[in-house]
């Protein structure tokens, strides 16, 4: 079955850097789109980066700029590197794997803070 791990969060200040991995096991993780969704409280869950087989990438306007996204297809792994961070950054983040089906990790809390 398809599993997705992931690591990297915690707590940062504002204005600080973190990096979030995913390791994907049980599919062909180069034929897969991959890549991060986050939630807040009360809110829905919303895009942050994908990139796709081909290298393309989707980041949405909010993080654009503060956050990339790539990815290592040797070592089954998405990164996602968050610099600049702000308040309004603090959710669950959730790797993403697509190739048919949808495959969601258990997610990875990011708090920003002061």
């Known amino acids: 079955q398809v599993q997705l791990v992931e690591s990297g969060g915690g707590l940062v200040q504002p204005g600080g850097s973190l990096r979030l991995s995913c390791t994907i096991s049980?599919?062909?993780?180069?034929?897969?789109?991959v890549g991060w969704f986050r939630q807040a409280p009360g809110k829905a869950r919303e895009l942050v980066a994908t990139?796709?087989?081909?290298?393309?990438?989707n980041v949405p306007y909010s993080v654009k700029g503060r956050f990339s996204i790539s990815r290592d297809n040797a070592k089954n792994t998405v990164y996602l590197q968050m610099n600049n961070l702000k308040s309004e950054d603090t959710a669950v983040y959730y790797c993403?794997?697509?190739?048919?089906?949808?495959?969601w990790g258990q997610g990875t809390q990011v708090t920003v803070s002061s």
């Open positions: 993403y794997s697509r190739y048919t089906t949808p495959y």
């Open positions: 049980g599919t062909i993780f180069s034929a897969n789109t």
């Open positions: 990139i796709s087989s081909g290298g393309g990438t």
